[in-house]
């Protein structure tokens, strides 16, 4: 089948009760007299007037709230992967949509936004959400509806245990602590003070690091888990700064890593190295003169060569906002090859090809087989550092 050839087509997104069309193919921005001028993009063409009919899927992302950045990069790698498929011959010779809900990053939104795709929408799979403490319960809701879910930023080891019909297209905490271990004692680092989310993820990263850390000889002088949304972590960040590690090692959201960043910083706790978990997730709405110098790992957005990297820039006028579009874009890929494989879009039926299909797929965040649990078997990771205000990963 002929699903992944041209970069033209038509996607139809609907975000809650707004209706973006993209059937002509244009990503706009708003401009004034005094905006500085955006680079050129690359329009996206119409969709194969070949295909009849209409396949439609769901995504629950944060469009708004303290990850809205992420949600927005998000939101791009749908785009971008249902342009290229409605390009091409479609699914089942029919143009797939997406209908997108915004999470606006919090559990009874995100729970409210999934109910509304399977019962209003009546979609057979949802992609989303982003934070663990969201998708967890998600992927239990859409479990109990017969509803696939594929995960597409999320990566608490509990994520295993929400159901058959579950996937995802990232690793779990238990490969990104493993590997950040080994980066923090290959660099030299034997002392290492932890902040994390006092969530699932949080929980579950902060755990996962210090085991693999501890085993290699390492030590944990100290570990925080911080509740989300306070006005400042001056108490928690002076915890670590009183245990006098060789580095600290810190994983955030949005907002919060925007005020614990700048807090560091104040505080002149970057006098020493700081080690971002997931680096485009802590710094990308941080002050650029208090992340600078920043080391850390996250995962890979483009593996194998730069076309989605270049697809994305074409389209967008600039480079990837973070490292998570391109886990979308590959669960979009996987749920139209599923679909198509299973013959129509039948829940029980695609939840039992996503596996025959995921396991030969390369997407562009690499291999894609998940094991029996839906967990993807294989992830790529890279390191990164904060210069001039960019995360480096060359």
């Given amino acids: ?6 970069h033209s087509a038509t996607l139809v997104l609907l975000s809650s009760a707004v209706v973006l069309s993209l059937a002509a ?22 969709a194969n007037p070949a295909l009849s009919g209409t396949i439609t899927i769901g995504a629950v992302l944060p469009l708004t709230g303290a990850n809205a950045t992420v949600g927005k990069d998000q939101q791009r790698g749908i785009e971008l992967a249902v342009a290229k498929i409605n390009a091409g011959s479609g699914v089942l010779g029919r143009k797939l949509a997406v209908v997108v809900e915004d999470s606006q990053g919090q559990t009874t939104a995100t729970i409210d936004a999934a109910r509304k795709l399977v019962a209003v929408s009546r979609v057979p799979l949802v992609i989303g959400e982003y934070a663990s403490g969201n998708t967890i319960p998600m992927q239990q809701f859409l479990q109990q509806s017969s509803v696939v879910g594929i995960n597409v930023g999320s990566s608490s080891i509990e994520l295993r245990g929400t159901g058959a019909m579950q996937f995802s297209t990232i690793g779990l905490d238990d490969k990104a602590g493993e590997f950040s271990a080994n980066a923090l004692y290959d660099k030299g680092f034997r002392k290492v003070a932890m902040l994390a989310p006092n969530n699932a993820y949080g929980s579950g990263i902060a755990r996962s690091v210090a085991d693999a850390f501890t ?18 972590y001056r108490q928690e960040l002076a915890r670590l700064a009183n245990a006098d590690p060789d580095v600290y090692v810190v994983t955030t959201y949005g907002r919060d890593g925007a005020t614990i960043n700048a807090e560091m910083f104040e505080l002149a706790m970057t006098s020493k190295p700081v080690f971002d978990i997931y680096l485009s997730q802590d710094v990308p709405d941080s002050d650029a003169k208090a992340v600078e110098g920043r080391i850390g790992m996250d995962v890979t957005s483009s593996v194998g060569g730069s076309e989605y990297a270049a697809y994305y820039r074409r389209t967008y006028g600039e480079g990837f906002m973070t490292s998570f579009s391109g886990f979308a874009y590959d669960a979009v890929f996987l749920a139209a090859l599923a679909i198509e494989k299973a013959g129509a879009p039948d829940a029980g039926k695609v939840a039992a090809a996503i596996p025959e299909v995921a396991v030969s797929y390369q997407g562009v965040t690499g291999a894609l087989a998940v094991g029996p649990d839906g967990q993807r078997l294989a992830q790529p990771y890279t390191l990164g550092t904060v210069r001039a205000g960019r995360i480096d990963f060359s």
């Fill in 1 to 6: 089948m002929r699903l992944f050839r041209r």
């Fill in 25 to 46: 193919g244009c990503a706009t921005t708003d401009a004034s007299d005094s905006a500085p001028a955006r680079p050129a993009t690359t329009p996206l063409p119409s």
């Fill in 215 to 232: 085993g290699k000889g390492g030590q944990v002088v100290a570990s925080e888990l911080y509740t989300e949304g306070q006005p400042n």
